[in-house]
Nanobody, 121 residues
């Protein structure tokens, strides 16, 4: 069982930036970010392998950057040019059988409790 925990959520205005962090109890081959807005299904944001391969959802590509520090089992998500559509609960996920399906939530085994991101217009 891998435990993950997110931090860094908050409230910003449109055009602002936020940085999310996630710490895992163990190293895993892949880690990712997903989000869920009220009344909507969970959707992918970004994922990264231990080797540094990344993938992004089209909706955040060019605005968000995913990175990880292996030595600290830590995952980051730098979010810029935020809009109200980016609001929601952001979840960190980890898994060892993700392969290159980095933005497929079904591939991840371990999930955090989520951190709220609110972008006001």
């Amino acid at each position: 069982q891998v435990y993950v925990a997110e931090t860094g959520g908050g409230s910003v205005e449109t055009g602002g930036s936020l940085r999310l962090s996630c710490v895992a109890s163990h190293k895993t081959s892949a880690m990712g970010w997903f989000r869920q807005a009220p009344g909507k299904e969970r959707e992918a944001v970004a994922g990264i392998t231990m080797a540094g391969t990344k993938d992004y959802a089209d909706s955040v590509r060019g605005r968000f950057t995913v990175s990880r520090v292996h030595a600290k089992n830590t995952l980051f998500l730098q979010m810029t040019s935020l809009t109200p559509d980016d609001s929601g609960v952001y979840y960190c996920a980890a898994g060892d059988n993700v392969g290159y399906s980095l933005i497929d939530s079904r591939k991840y085994d371990s999930w955090g409790q989520g951190t709220q991101v609110t972008v006001s217009s």
